[in-house]
């Protein structure tokens, strides 16, 4: 989910001011995939948290621009071994902690695989919008429907269950299927849960995201940054939104 958290980061309105942050308990990748540097990281945005209290402006500090074509994309990237980073999600999602909850900024946070007792958990009930990859095929939805109980428990917000490239079912299908299984099963609303996809098959999108290819020109016209750009248009209307200084800030989480 790295790659579409980047891409949706990427593809956002700018005065949304966006910032990328990875929440992934087992370790960040956008580092050592694009060159940055090993510090400001996750465990800096943890300390300086502690001193602020959640002051938006600790962004200045320690995001780093990840450059896409002619988008740089503020990042907090996660140090590449887990242990630092769950050792810093706990400081960053604790009753009372608003920096990953801005008023005027949009944050996008990769947490990683879902697991239950992840320290990333927390961040999801922070979350306007929840979107999890999949591919839509019989075993990548079996897990889905497996997990999904947990994940609308840890979910006060929307989920969005985002089809990947690759599978065999339809979006109408899946959502037909995650929809019963919502309602009958889980005795939950079905619309807390939405289906969107699948995302087009786009080699170059995906390694320009995975920074193994130069942006050029015209990147954000790429199937994949096409699609992601349409998603993150829907998503919109979901979000919490705060007035700053000249537009309007919305805030959402994302997994991968």
Sequence with gaps: MTTAALGLAAVADTSARV????????????MLRHGLAAKPNLVDLASAARG?????????????????????????A??????????????????????????????????????????????LALADVVVVQVRATADGLAHVRE????????????LVVLLGHGGIYGEADV??????????????????VTVRGPLPEDRRAA????????????WQRLPLL????????????????????????TRTETRG
């Design 175 to 192: 959502a037909d299927v995650l929809g019963r299984h919502v309602a009958e099963e889980l005795m939950t609303p079905d619309a807390r």
């Design 19 to 30: 910032v990328l942050v990875e929440c992934d308990a087992a370790g960040g990748d956008l």
């Design 207 to 218: 390694a320009l995201l995975s920074g193994g290819l130069i942006a050029g020109r015209r």
């Design 147 to 158: 997990h999904l109980g947990e994940l609308l428990d840890a979910v006060t917000g929307r």
């Design 52 to 76: 602020t209290g959640g002051d938006p402006a600790v962004y200045e500090a320690v995001a780093q621009e990840l450059a896409l074509g002619d988008r740089a994309v503020p990042v907090v």
């Design 226 to 249: 096409r699609a992601l750009h349409g998603i993150a248009g829907e998503l919109e209307p979901l979000l919490t939104t705060a007035p700053h200084d000249e537009d309007a800030g």
């Design 78 to 123: 996660a140090p590449a071994g887990g242990a630092q980073s769950r050792a810093a999600l706990p400081e960053l999602t604790r009753a009372g902690q608003l920096v990953l909850s801005p008023p005027d900024r949009l944050i996008v946070a990769d947490c990683g695989r879902f697991e239950v007792s992840s320290p990333a958990r927390p961040v």
